[in-house]
């Protein structure tokens, strides 16, 4: 079983930025991938960002060139990190990983990201 804790939300106001951590139970250098997801109020889950275990990554439009994700493969954590955030950004984020043999999804419990209009 895979755990993962993500931390780093908040309230930040147009303009900034923050940066979000997945902290994972369990070795991700192997993952088949990691992303992060985000579900806006009173809307479903969307994608935000991904990274293929070839280091290959992708973005939702609405965040291409806002939005990095990164992994450190020493500390089994990866990040979203986030700038120039707009009142459409907020949401509660998510971090999935895709791991194993079956190939298994996992999602964390999720961090709030808050930018007022």
């Known amino acids: 079983q895979v755990q993962l804790v993500e931390s780093g939300g908040g309230l930040v106001q147009p303009g900034g930025s923050l940066k979000l951590s997945c902290a994972a139970s369990v070795e991700i250098f192997n993952a088949h991938s990691l992303g992060w997801y985000r579900q806006p109020p009173g809307k479903g889950r969307e994608f935000v960002a991904g990274l293929s275990g070839s280091f290959e990554t992708n973005y939702a439009d609405s965040v291409k060139g806002r939005f990095t994700i990164s992994k450190d493969i020493d500390k089994r954590i990866f990040y979203l990190y986030m700038f120039n955030l707009k009142p459409e950004d907020t949401a509660r984020y998510y971090c999935?990983?895709?791991?194993?043999?079956?190939?298994?999804?996992?999602w964390g419990q999720g961090t709030q990201v808050t930018i007022p209009s």
């Open positions: 999935n990983v895709n791991v194993g043999a079956p190939l298994t999804s996992y």
